[in-house]
Nanobody
Framework: QVQLVESGGGLVQPGGSLRLSCVAS????????MGWYRQAPGKERELVAG???????NYAVSVKGRFTISRDDAKNTVWLQMNNLKPEDTGVYYC???????????????WGQGTQVTVSS
């Protein structure tokens, strides 16, 4: 059983910072790309940031220069450092991981349960 568990969400004022963490656990053979998505009320889930197994990163235009994604494969962990937060960053943030389990020869995407981020004064 593979689990991705996020933490670090909360309420923050505009201009503030938060750091989200996501730990993958369970029977994992390998982890490829990992990422962070968010879903605002009434909107579709969107990619915020992604990081490949080699460390290449990509960001949504709206967060570039403010958010930083990083990972530690030894800890099966991915982080999202969010600085200069804006009200439009509000939403539920989901961690994703493209994982391969020992019993399979292919990868599939796993999701965390989500963590709420609210940016408001």
């Amino acid at each position: 059983q593979v689990q991705l568990v996020e933490s670090g969400g909360g309420l923050v004022q505009p201009g503030g910072s938060l750091r989200l963490s996501c730990v993958a656990s369970g029977s994992i053979f390998s982890i490829n790309a990992m990422g962070w998505y968010r879903q605002a009320p009434g909107k579709e889930r969107e990619l915020v940031a992604g990081i490949s197994s080699g460390g290449s990163t990509n960001y949504a235009v709206s967060v570039k220069g403010r958010f930083t994604i990083s990972r530690d494969d030894a800890k099966n962990t991915v982080w999202l450092q969010m600085n200069n937060l804006k009200p439009e960053d509000t939403g539920v943030y989901y961690c994703s991981g493209d994982l391969r389990v020992p019993s399979s020869s292919y990868t599939r995407r796993f999701w965390g349960q989500g963590t709420q981020v609210t940016v408001s004064s």
